[in-house]
């Protein structure tokens, strides 16, 4: 490997590795940033703060559907949800309103599992629950509203970058100590069913191999580890 392509390789691993932690750390503190939605909103610093969420399907066919195409914005994520509290919101255990901040599901089946957090006590789980076309029909239309306003902000300036999530967190009053990104586990996962290798690379890429037709399906595929 040529030293500009191993330069090239490594600054895509450090933007992998960057971007997997901002999204861990997006979960984290999912409740307060639904909590001072409206605080924020209005920031496209903010607001187009880009997740690297894994919101893949895999079926044991070796099937990968996804309930929305990236890129998934901070503030896309978050408004859909508010706006749709039927589809993606739920009571915690304590008798308050939970948001969904992140799902995946079977477009085969309509089964969505949603990731939940509670502004209001914090409580984290995940909800099976079913409808996933309709959640997919929701988010995809919020999502185009959002690229029109993602131009629009460019339009008027070309230099337009993001904010980091870290600086939003402490606006909100968030400790310093809990702005500190996640570490990340290095490692692919595989597993293997019917014949059929499943991997995961650290980066929410997934790789399936058909060991009987030799047919390989990539989505998101990254392969780095240490």
């Known amino acids: 490997m040529s030293q500009i392509s191993s330069q090239a390789a490594e600054l895509r ?3 992998l590795e960057y971007s997997t932690s901002i999204t861990k750390l997006y979960s984290r503190h999912a409740s307060t940033l639904f ?3 409206d605080e924020w909103k209005d ?3 903010f607001y187009f703060i880009e997740l690297r969420l894994n919101m893949a399907y895999v079926a044991s066919s070796g099937l990968i559907a996804e309930i929305a195409h990236p890129p998934y914005y901070l503030g896309t994520m978050v408004r859909n949800t508010l706006l749709h509290p039927e589809l993606f919101a739920c009571e915690c255990p304590h008798g308050h309103r939970a948001y969904a ?3 995946s599901g079977s477009p085969l089946s309509g089964s969505v599992s949603q990731a939940m957090a509670c ?3 914090g409580w984290n789980q995940w909800i099976p629950q079913s409808g996933w076309h309709s959640r997919s029909r929701a988010l995809t239309a919020i999502q185009a509203e959002d690229q029109k306003r993602l131009r629009s902000v460019k339009k ?3 230099d337009f970058h993001p904010a980091d999530l870290r600086d939003l967190l402490r606006s909100l009053g968030v ?4 702005c500190t990104l996640p570490p990340i586990e290095k490692k692919i996962q ?3 069913h019917g014949g059929i290798i499943f991997q995961r690379d650290p980066y929410g890429g997934v790789k399936v191999e058909d060991t009987h037709t030799g047919q390989v399906t990539c989505h998101r595929w990254n392969g780095i580890s240490e």
């Not at 400790?175 to 809990?178: D, F, G, I, S, V």
Request: with cysteine; glycine share 0%.
């Open 13 to 15: 691993r450090q933007q």
């Open 35 to 37: 909590a001072h939605f």
């Open 43 to 45: 920031n496209d610093a």
């Open 101 to 103: 901040y992140t799902y």
């Open 119 to 121: 502004p209001v006590c």
């Open 156 to 158: 008027s300036d070309p």
């Open 175 to 178: 400790p310093e100590e809990e």
């Open 190 to 192: 595989r597993s293997e």
